[in-house]
Every structure is written in structure tokens, then in C-alpha cells.
């Protein structure tokens, strides 16, 4: 009989606990303070976060976020706490799996102790970034290893990098967006949206924008798209400083002056719904589009908690374990 018993936590970047300037205040503060996230010297970024971008981002954000708000709360608290119950049900109840955020809560900190009070031996960390990125997913070991800090005794631990090529994290972005194309008809372009991060981290040897693509070729093919078909973009940039392009925003215009008519849109690095894609997306890519010339415009949602995306996250987890 073996003695080692398995756990599981599932990460996410995290979100504000409300849709008003001072949650949102709560969740950004940590978020822009993280190295990870913003690597400018601590005396120049603090007094322009602290004295300029928080002031006066928040209140603008809280509307943004009110406008995608659900009844459960947060989109992205929401579908993260289905996929953690779902999985948790796939898996049964010899593998408990927890659910923590890198920034706000649940916190990491949070549900390592409570999976650790579970009498856990082994743990399997699962950052919800299915592309890895220095921004997101080494963030999450930061996190993890500041939060194993206060414990003498360390589980084994399984780190999944990423996924992005995953044989079933493909199948379910391709029988998402099959259905999409039997729902609203095959559009004249299909954009891959991802957000991007800074030019220079990539510089420095961050492989996002390669794990990107990588996810971009593979669904390509699966699709047998031709190159008319699709394109290829990043968004949500922050600040003036080069960032990975095309630009979405940019993409959106060109797209439409090439006299692309019909546009779906979807968004592979985020696996759940969020401000990002729900209202940076759904509301405003779609207006840019539309005032461009565009005709028609569809987002294709986030994996969430489809079954597709249950499998992919099963497998990971046993297949982990297994190697």
C-alpha cells in the first residue's frame, strides 16, 4: 500500500473581491508590485503606482468590472471555483484539490494549508496559464515557494509548466471553435487573441510569444485553416513601452481595411472568462471593429468549465503524477 497521498491546487492570477475602486485597489496594489509583473526600479514605478496609475485607474476599472459582475460574483472567481469542483468530482475524494489566486483571494497561501492539513505527500501545482510566461505562471512559484516558507516538512511537488500544445487542450480550443462556426457561420478571418507582455521580457528569454504561436499552429492545423483564415495578435497592453505585436487593437483595424466583413475572435491564454475577455473583447474589440467596417463580430468563450476542458485538466493532473 503506498503511503503517499496527492493533492491538488489549481492557480489563477486572482481578481478583486467586488466591482468598487477600493477592491479593485486591494487586487491591483500587489499585482503592479510584483517584479514579475512590472520589473521597474522600485523608486520610479512606486510613487507613479501609488501617486498616478491607482488613483486613477480604479475608478474607471470598477465600471468596466460592473458592466461583467455576475450574480456569483467575479467571472474569473466564478469559472475557476467550477473547475476546481469538477475536477475535484473526476478525480474523487482520495485527491483533494484546492483552488488559490497569486494575487487576492483564496490566496495560494490559503489552500496549500489547507491541502496540507489534509495530510498531503505529493503536490500537483497547476497554473492555470496554458502558455507559460515569466508575467503569470513563474509568478505562481514565487508565490508557492514564498507560502512553503512556514512548513518543516515539504509535500513532493509536481510544477506543470504549461500546456499549450497539449493533445487535449488543442481538441477543446478546436471543438470550441467548430461550434462557434456552426453557430454563427465560418467567418471571413479567425483572430487568436492572447494578451501580451513586454517586448524586452522576451528579450531577456521569456518564451511566451513561441509558446503562443505554438498554440496557434497546432489549432491551425487541427482546423486546416488556410492562411487567409486566421491571424494572429496581443492585447490588453499597459504603459508606453513596446509590448508583443500585433496589437489586437491595431489587428482590428487592418482586419477590417482589408475588408474582412465577419470576425471571430478567440482568446487561448485565458482559461476562464474575464474583464480581459469579457469586456476588453466581447464590448470594446467588437466596437472597434464594427466602426472600422467590420459587419460582424463573435467572441468565441473561454474553456471554463466545459467537459472538454475538465479532461484536459484531469489528464494533466494524471498524467503528472504518473511520470
Not at 471555483?81 to 474523487?92: D, E, M, N, T, V
Not at 480550443?173 to 461550434?179: E, G, K, P, V
Not at 467572441?299 to 484531469?314: E, K, R
Amino acid at each position: 500500500m503506498s503511503l503517499t497521498k496527492a493533492g491538488v491546487l489549481l492557480v489563477n492570477l486572482g481578481t478583486p473581491s467586488a466591482a468598487t475602486p477600493k477592491a479593485i485597489r486591494a487586487f491591483l496594489g500587489p499585482f503592479l508590485s510584483d517584479r514579475r509583473v512590472i520589473d521597474l526600479p522600485r523608486c520610479l514605478w512606486y510613487p507613479l503606482l501609488y501617486g498616478v496609475v491607482l488613483p486613477r485607474r480604479c475608478a474607471k476599472l470598477a465600471q468596466r468590472y460592473q458592466a461583467i459582475w455576475l450574480p456569483e460574483g467575479s467571472p474569473l472567481l466564478v469559472y475557476s471555483r467550477r473547475q476546481q469542483q469538477a475536477l475535484a468530482a473526476c478525480l474523487g475524494s482520495e485527491i483533494p484539490v484546492g483552488l488559490g489566486m497569486t494575487y487576492g483571494e483564496p490566496s495560494l497561501a490559503s489552500a496549500l494549508e489547507r491541502l496540507l492539513a489534509q495530510g498531503i505527500t505529493a503536490l500537483v501545482v497547476l497554473p492555470l496559464f496554458p502558455q507559460y510566461s515569466s508575467t503569470t505562471t513563474a509568478a505562481v512559484w514565487d508565490c508557492l515557494a514564498q507560502a512553503l516558507q512556514r512548513y518543516r516538512r515539504l509535500p513532493k511537488l509536481h510544477f506543470i509548466r504549461d500546456y499549450a500544445t497539449h493533445p487535449l487542450f488543442i481538441q477543446a480550443l478546436q471543438q470550441s471553435i467548430q461550434q462557434a462556426f456552426s453557430q454563427h457561420g465560418a467567418p471571413d478571418r479567425l483572430l487568436f487573441s492572447y494578451h501580451g507582455i513586454p517586448q524586452r521580457y522576451v528579450q531577456q528569454g521569456d518564451d511566451y510569444p513561441q509558446r503562443c504561436q505554438a498554440t496557434t499552429e497546432a489549432v491551425v492545423a487541427k482546423l486546416s485553416l488556410l492562411p487567409e483564415q486566421w491571424a494572429m495578435s496581443y492585447q490588453s497592453r499597459f504603459g508606453y513601452a513596446a509590448w508583443l505585436q500585433p496589437y489586437t487593437v491595431e489587428q482590428l483595424h487592418r482586419l477590417a481595411q482589408q475588408g474582412v466583413r465577419n470576425l471571430q475572435v478567440i482568446c487561448p491564454a485565458f482559461s476562464s472568462d474575464c474583464l480581459e475577455t469579457l469586456e476588453e473583447i466581447t464590448q470594446e474589440a467588437r466596437d472597434i471593429f464594427l466602426k472600422a467596417g467590420g459587419a460582424s463580430f463573435h467572441y468565441i468563450p473561454a474553456l471554463n468549465d466545459t467537459s472538454a476542458h475538465i479532461q484536459l485538466l484531469q489528464a494533466l493532473v494524471t498524467e503528472t503524477l504518473a511520470g
